[in-house]
């Protein structure tokens, strides 16, 4: 069955970076059209939907809140995500949860589809 664990969060400075990995296991990224993405969830507020990447041909989707901080990539020899977040802030503070979906999927950020697994989630918490 599909498996996904998070980790790589933790407690930084404003200004800072961090790199979150989901590594996967069920499903083979070179082999498969898996839609993965990259959620988060702040206290007291909604899921936001942040970055989401199709594993068959890496094609990327952002949300406007963290396009150009945020980077989401591929490791097909680990079956491995990567969420790079660069520059930080206080408004990062959240948990990042990673998600996969089996075709058809929609690996566009905003699409309605929920995606079918989900990771444990690890947090990330940053200070001014």
């Known amino acids: 069955q599909v498996q996904l664990v998070e980790s790589g969060g933790g407690s930084v400075q404003a200004g800072g970076s961090l790199r979150l990995s989901c590594a996967a296991s069920?499903?083979?990224?070179?082999?498969?059209?898996?839609?993965m993405g990259w959620f988060r969830q702040a206290p007291g507020k909604e899921r936001e939907d942040v970055a989401r990447?199709?594993?068959?041909?890496?094609?990327?989707s952002y949300s406007d809140s963290v396009k150009g901080r945020f980077t989401v990539s591929l490791d097909n020899a680990k079956n491995t995500m990567y969420l790079q977040i660069n520059d930080l802030n206080p408004e990062d503070t959240a948990i990042y949860y990673c998600a996969a979906d089996s075709p058809p999927c929609v690996a566009v950020v905003g699409a309605r589809r929920e995606y079918k697994y989900w990771g444990q989630g690890t947090q990330v918490t940053v200070s001014s």
């Open positions: 069920g499903f083979e990224f070179t082999v498969s059209r898996y839609c």
């Open positions: 990447i199709l594993t068959s041909n890496e094609f990327t």
